[in-house]
Each structure stands twice: as C-alpha cells, then as structure tokens.
C-alpha cells in the first residue's frame, strides 16, 4: 500500500505539471468571460474537508452569480438542475463540461487532493458522517473518483459515500486507471450532470 501511495503522489505532480500550462490558458480564457457577465470574483474557493479531516479551500471557476443561496436535496446534497436560475449563462456550459473543476490541479500540485480519489465533504459532513464512513479521510480526496466516473450527480449523498468506502477498501493503480479513463468518457457524453429532486435553502456559509 505504501508504495502505492508514493507512486500515487509521483503521478500526482507529474500529471498536473503537464496540465497545468493547458489548465492555466483555460482559465484566462474563460474567466474572462466570467468577469464579462457579472464582473464578479472568477475563482471560487470552497472550504473542504482533506485528509485526516484538515480542512482546506478547495478552487473552482465560479459558476454561479454572487449571493446565490445555497439550495440543498432532502438528503443534504447539492441541487444541481438544467433550470437551475443561480447559475449563471457561462457557468451552465463550465458544469456541464467540468471545466469549473480544473483550477483543482492546483489543490493536487499543493498536496491537499490527488487527481483520483473521493470528492472532498463541506466541513458540516464531520458533525453528521459515520465513523465507517471516517476511513475515507485516510486519502487525499480527488480531482475525481470513483461516484464521479460511474454516476456523476445521478445518486444521493448516502450512495456515494458507501461508494467512497468501496474504493478505499480496493484502491490501486490499476484501479485509478480506470476511473480516469471512465471519467474522461462521462465527460465527453455529459451524462449524469444534474440530479433533480426535493430541495431546500440553506443559509450559505461562503459568498458564492
């Protein structure tokens, strides 16, 4: 497992080094275009829950217009919809491709995340989670992992938490492999963007 670990971080750096030169001219371009529709913040920062339960910001291309509330699923998760008005016109194509995430290739290079691994909790998640469901911070989260390749936003909280587990009880390169090449083909398809349902609004904690 050690060793796993070590070339895990190895390809870490190594990958997010020769993205990011691409990453980089993605982000001028399209936060230019952020900037143009609101003339708000173009980088979002997210405070989340890291390995060991460190909580870290977490970066992505801001998708939604200022003060926008945060609208949660029955089950706590995030809304995400197709009519989803907080969002804004250029943060609707930015979702849909997952180019709001690339920013993230920065959290990997600093170390906070790896490029595969479970995505990372908001910090309200430590007061509610399981300790079965504590194992998962034994990881670094990830750019992308194994709910992201498989269902993306189709399944609830619940289900991709046990998913989580799954992975880190059988984590291995050849493993990796796969969720990185299945993610590749979900984002090309653009399946499993949106899951619609019951929803509520939470009062948010962070601006964006």
């Known amino acids: 497992m050690n060793i796993y670990l070590v070339f895990k971080r190895f ?22 275009m952020i900037k143009l529709e ?9 405070k989340r829950v890291g390995k060991k339960g460190e909580i870290f910001n977490m970066f992505k291309l801001r998708s939604m217009y200022i003060n926008a509330p945060d609208i949660r ?12 008005s907080r969002v804004t016109r250029i943060g609707k194509f930015i979702r849909k491709t997952s180019i709001d995430e690339l920013p993230q290739v920065v959290n990997v ?8 691994g479970p995505r990372p909790s908001t910090p309200y998640w430590l007061s509610i989670c399981s300790e079965e469901e504590k194992e998962i911070l034994t990881i670094s989260p ?15 909280d619940a289900e991709k938490y ?30 499993g ?12 904690d962070n601006k964006f």
């Open 73 to 84: 699923l029955e089950d706590g998760a995030t809304y995400n919809s197709e009519s989803d």
């Open 142 to 156: 990830g750019l992308t992992g194994y709910n992201q390749a498989y269902f993306r936003n189709s399944i609830s």
């Open 193 to 204: 963007v949106n899951r619609n349902n019951e929803i509520y609004i939470k009062p948010r």
């Open 162 to 191: 046990r998913n989580d587990l799954i992975y880190v009880m059988n984590m291995s390169i050849i493993f990796d492999l796969k969720i990185f090449l299945k993610t590749i083909a979900v984002v090309l398809t653009r399946k």
């Open 109 to 116: 290079l600093i170390g906070n995340m790896s490029i595969i």
């Open 11 to 32: 390809m870490d750096i190594v990958l997010s080094l020769l993205a990011l030169p691409i990453v980089l001219v993605v982000i001028l371009v399209f936060g230019i």
């Open 38 to 46: 609101d003339k708000g913040p173009i980088i979002y920062k997210s």
